[in-house]
């Protein structure tokens, strides 16, 4: 077993699919007498599929019962066979196989007998035995039967509920397949490269309808209404989608003549309006940007009450989470309405990056991810210049460098072979730091030289898959030596391959020194890890991003160990003089997160002192902020995370006013709105004593807004009572009044809480199989989860906790990497302690003299 994995690992890391060498198929034999299956073994050993079958279309019917929450199915696959076999091999999971047939070009049965059907679980494959021999050349019909249960969590083909007003619950079904869940709602070959084209039709009940990525052709009532949806373009298994539920709709059409459609519960209809708006806008946008038309009729995007991730790409189909695609104007913020356009932008940007052109493996997944990350940056800069998305950018990056700065990192382009590796590279490094990455070689090449390669690169791969490489060349071949003149050197121009092969194929960001000798700068760069102060005296003298870069790299640099926490604290003095609100925020979110450190180990000297500085440096920017809605993107969102904090520190004034607003919004009976940007403050404060807390929990359990509901759910979190605190982590368990969902938010939350992170901790502990039950194991909530909670430990005892936790699992978490991640962020916080404290407490004491 240890030997196959190596041989699949350095599979993985071969630069195209094409190159790998292929085992030859199982030798085929002539017409057999009826095999049972107790006479064969499965026939191939690999994680990945065999290539001498190629799918070709796949001809899908699905009949779902949402009272019985079950599935049957057909698929009739059409297959392109490449070489003699008696095999076909493809992927299932949890599916009942109730008959398989092949049959010729004339759909005429092969055999007369019913097909042996061998499963092998662990690899999630079927091996279907054909006693006539499937010969070289010729295209076959492989027919398969199935039935299953609609899939319990976010994976595969699963039910979501949702209740109305009126306390009803409504049942829906919906997919999400990537990257290897479309195997759990029909048999396919559920690989990337695998690329077909698929005919959906869907059979329901009258009082519901049904979408895939095609718009419906035909629709045939007899009893049960048969949906028949128009034949999609070739494109791979984990973008199919459909859904059936009993949403309602708004359309609206694009410059070119897409139809775009928002869905959602019918109560929350109303919410759907600036999701219209921005959809078409962006599709106009991309059409323009990429120079390529959208090759679909329509885009449908639709709200799905139970969603794991932000947002999927399903051709055609978007799904999202409800507080990525709904706004409610008199509850959502500027910050809600932010993020509804980027992930919109970001899933729209997947059309061409991802579904036009897909990776080849899943090892390049950043092809995907890290495009759509940077094009959420670069289509809301265009389309709502308003909103300020550059200020975020640096951010962005920003959690790429923390990220990259541990051990536990990884390359770009990684090897990934099995669900829970590949689950895994949905993370910082394929996201931000694929963003980033992209984002410096804009750059470089210019803006111009960039989006033409992209163009070029998007074209000539067009409903095929790429890598790495073919990025490069396309844009290196795109301009020669006219890019990069000022790099040429004896005649040689760089070569961009090599250039960013340093960026892509190794982990970590380099950490260049400059030191002057005479009239000689002499530079070293070394890889940065975390195991400069006159400079900003003149702050205008440089741009915001300047600024704002080395505010952070200098307390990374006190991270690593390079530079003294008090140095890195008189650099940031100059910020009361500061006018620009990212510094600012940057700045104050490491103060904060000093604070938060302090508090949690109960140092109670140096957590006090702290507070007051904060209160103290920033007095006058707390008191020019007003208690509204009003002013640009920059202010609004100031002035949000000003009055939180302030709030936190039990600043006098800051509590009162709270306390003020929330009654008043208490005794309105909900006619009187908050000021959306100071919302989650005032009921933080309210929730501080039992009335506040209960009568927050009852609105949270009626509000059909998801933005009111996110930010009353972060104010229940921050109340100082363990009891309510461990009643949270159980409802969210529990999965009725907080979704499923929302439960590692929740255990996040609670873990922020200095009364709540031993909590959130044990809670972890004691509920860690029902844990990776709900959430598949690589899933990013499982990560958030062990990453969060540990990550709020800073003591050598606390570690050794933690490890001892980790070697009491490590069945099933040996080839996990967010283990390591987390184990690093903690040996990081504790030498963060060790250096840090003494200093800190010095410095704080010189300044409350």
Not at 56 to 74: D, Q, W
Not at 712 to 723: H, K, Q, Y
């Amino acid at each position: 077993h240890t030997l196959t994995l190596l041989v699949l690992s350095l599979v993985g890391c071969q630069p195209t699919q094409s190159s790998q060498q292929e085992p030859s198929p199982p030798h085929p034999t002539e017409e057999q007498p009826p095999l049972g299956i107790d006479n064969l073994s499965f026939p191939w050993s690999r994680l990945r599929l065999p290539r001498y079958i190629i799918p070709l279309h796949y001809h899908l019917l699905l009949h779902p019962n949402l009272t019985s929450l079950s599935f049957t199915g057909s698929v009739r696959i059409q297959i392109d066979v490449q070489n003699n076999t008696n095999w076909v091999v493809l992927h299932s999971k949890g599916l009942e196989i109730s008959k398989a047939t092949i049959l010729d070009q004339n759909l005429t049965h092969l055999s007369d007998q019913i097909l042996p059907v061998l499963h092998n679980p662990s690899h999630e494959q079927i091996g279907i035995f054909s006693p006539r021999v499937l010969s070289r050349g010729k295209k076959y019909f492989l027919y398969i039967e199935f039935r299953a249960q609609l899939a319990e969590g976010f994976y595969g083909f699963y039910k979501s509920t949702y209740r109305t007003s009126a306390g009803q619950t409504r049942t829906l079904a919906s997919t999400h397949f990537e990257p290897t869940s479309a195997r759990m709602a029909f048999p396919c070959f559920d690989e990337p490269t695998f690329k077909a084209n698929f005919s959906v039709r869907i059979r329901r009940s009258p009082e519901y309808i049904s979408l895939s990525n095609m718009p419906v052709v035909t629709d045939v009532a007899d009893g049960l209404v048969e949906d028949q949806f128009a034949t999609s373009v070739k494109m791979s298994t984990y973008l199919v989608a459909f859904i059936i539920c009993d949403f309602k709709h708004i359309t609206a059409t694009t410059f070119s003549g897409v139809q775009v459609s928002i869905y959602a519960a019918p109560e929350k209809w109303l919410q759907t309006h600036y999701a219209l708006e921005v959809a078409v806008k962006m599709l106009d946008f991309y059409e323009e940007y990429f120079n390529i038309r959208y090759p679909l009729p329509k885009q449908d995007l639709i709200a799905i009450p139970d969603f794991q991730s932000g947002a999927m790409e399903n051709w055609g189909l978007t799904t999202y989470r409800e507080t990525s695609l709904l706004f409610d104007p008199l509850t959502s913020s500027m910050s809600d309405k932010l993020w509804v356009t980027m992930v919109i932008g970001h899933e729209l940007a997947h059309q061409w990056f991802g579904n036009l052109v897909t990776m080849e493996w899943w090892n390049d997944i950043w092809l995907n991810e890290g495009f759509a990350r940077y094009m959420e940056y670069i289509s809301v800069e265009a389309t709502y210049p308003d909103l300020k998305v550059e200020e975020y950018l640096l951010h962005t990056c920003f959690a790429a460098v923390g990220h990259d700065s541990l051990n536990s990192s990884r390359p770009i382009s990684s090897p990934a072979e099995n669900p829970t590796q590949i689950e895994e590279m949905f993370d910082t490094v394929s996201y931000d730091k694929g963003a980033c990455v992209l984002h410096m070689l804009r750059h470089f090449l210019t803006d111009e030289v960039f989006q033409s390669g992209i163009v070029r690169y998007l074209r000539k791969y067009s409903y095929r898959n790429a890598h790495n490489q073919d990025l490069w060349d396309s844009l290196t071949n795109l301009c020669g030596d006219m890019c990069f003149p000022q790099y040429l050197f004896a005649g040689e121009h760089l070569d961009l391959t090599a250039m960013m092969n340093t960026w892509t194929l190794q982990k970590g960001i380099p950490l260049v020194t400059v030191t002057r000798k005479g009239p000689r700068l002499l530079l070293r760069q070394d890889r940065f890890l975390r195991t400069l102060h006159n400079q900003l005296e003149n702050h205008t003298a440089l741009s915001y991003k300047d600024r704002t870069h080395l505010i952070h790299n200098a307390f990374q640099l006190v991270t690593a160990g390079h530079l003294p926490i008090n140095k890195a604290l008189d650099l940031i003095g100059y910020l009361q003089s500061e006018t620009h609100t990212v510094p600012l925020l940057e700045g104050l979110g490491y103060l904060e997160t000093f604070y938060h450190m302090v508090e949690k180990r109960n140092e109670l000297d140096v957590t006090h002192s702290l507070g007051m500085y904060i209160l103290r440096f920033f007095r006058a920017v707390i008191d020019q902020q007003t208690w509204s809605d009003s002013g640009s993107m920059s202010e609004r969102r100031l002035r949000s995370k000003v009055l939180s904090l302030a709030c936190q520190l039990d600043d006098p004034p800051c509590i009162e006013r709270a306390r003020q607003s929330f009654k008043d919004w208490f005794q309105s009976n909900g006619t009187l709105n908050l000021p959306t940007d100071v919302a989650e403050t005032v009921y933080s404060v309210g929730a501080q004593d039992d009335h506040g807390w209960a009568s927050l929990l009852h609105t949270y359990n009626i509000s059909l807004s998801e933005a009111q509901k996110k930010k009353i759910l972060f104010a229940l979190t921050c109340s100082r009572d363990t009891n309510k605190l461990q009643r949270l982590l159980d409802m969210g368990l529990e999965g009725k009044v907080i979704r499923l969902q929302d439960l590692s938010a929740v255990i996040l939350m609670v873990a922020r809480n200095p009364r709540g992170h031993h909590l959130a901790w044990n809670f972890v502990k004691k509920n860690w199989d029902l844990l990776v039950q709900k959430f598949q194991l690589g899933s990013f909530c499982i990560r958030n989860i062990l990453i969060g909670t540990t990550g709020q430990f800073s003591s050598p005892e606390e570690l050794t906790e933690v490890q001892l936790f980790f070697e009491s699992i490590k069945e099933q978490t040996s080839q996990l990497r967010t283990v390591q991640i987390a184990l690093d962020n903690v040996r990081k916080n504790v030498r963060w302690v060790q250096r840090n404290l003494g200093t800190l407490r010095n410095w704080l004491n010189e300044q409350m003299k």
